[in-house]
């Protein structure tokens, strides 16, 4: 079993993860203003991604240049990886790919902790790839405490590249964003991105109350 194979429904049994929704999780965060590049990359292809509409184009002309605009916004202290191996716990099928992996470290040669994985919806389905998500989600738990590193939350997100759906994992339970975020939204989805990595004396997400989670 690979983070691909786990369902919703897989997560939930195989891994005791309760899923949560109805809450917007998200209010409270400032949008961050896209760069000038990242405007000029989504004029010129954003379309041209829809046209072609394959999962491929998505991922090269829509998610990699937001994701690698947090990069450049967090001065490099973020690092992106694009289909890179992340191969937590074999015993909980917690092995496999991540789409995409965010990092608050300016390592780029191999990922370090805390992480945030991002997962690419599969024939645009962003409701199919949640359980995929989750699992990547425990996996970077795994990760950050074997690495020394204790956060209250762990942050994750599948996106169809014009469609964004942010969750929140805090223990054994996981917040399912009820707000979905569009392209006209690149400001909303830049902050979100980017404040998962705010100190937690800082960071509004690492709030409970602030987030609007009870």
């Not at 006209?184 to 979100?192: A, K």
């Amino acid at each position: 079993m690979a983070y691909s194979d786990f369902t919703l429904a897989k997560v939930k049994q195989d891994l005791g993860i309760e899923v949560l929704e109805g809450r917007q999780l998200f209010t409270s965060v400032q949008p961050v203003m896209m760069s000038d590049l990242l405007r000029q990359l989504l004029d010129r292809d954003g379309g041209l991604a829809t046209l072609i509409n394959t999962e491929k184009a998505r991922s090269e002309f829509l998610i990699a240049p937001i994701l690698a605009d947090v990069r450049q916004q967090s001065n490099h202290q973020v690092s992106l990886f694009s289909g890179s191996s992340f191969n937590v716990d074999a015993e909980k099928g917690l092995i496999g790919f991540c789409d995409f992996i965010l990092s608050q470290s300016p390592e780029q040669i191999d990922v370090t902790a805390p992480v945030v994985t991002i997962v690419e919806a599969k024939n645009e389905s962003v409701i199919g790839g949640l359980g995929q998500c989750i699992a990547s989600m425990v996996g970077a738990q795994i990760f950050n405490q074997r690495s020394g590193i204790v956060r209250e939350a762990i942050y994750g997100a599948v996106t169809s590249g014009t469609n964004w759906r942010f969750l929140k994992l805090v223990g054994s339970r996981v917040w399912i964003d009820d707000r979905e975020y569009f392209l006209n939204e690149v400001d909303r989805i830049l902050g979100i991105l980017m404040s998962a990595f705010l100190p937690p004396s800082l960071g509004t997400l690492n709030r409970l109350g602030a987030t609007g989670i009870r």
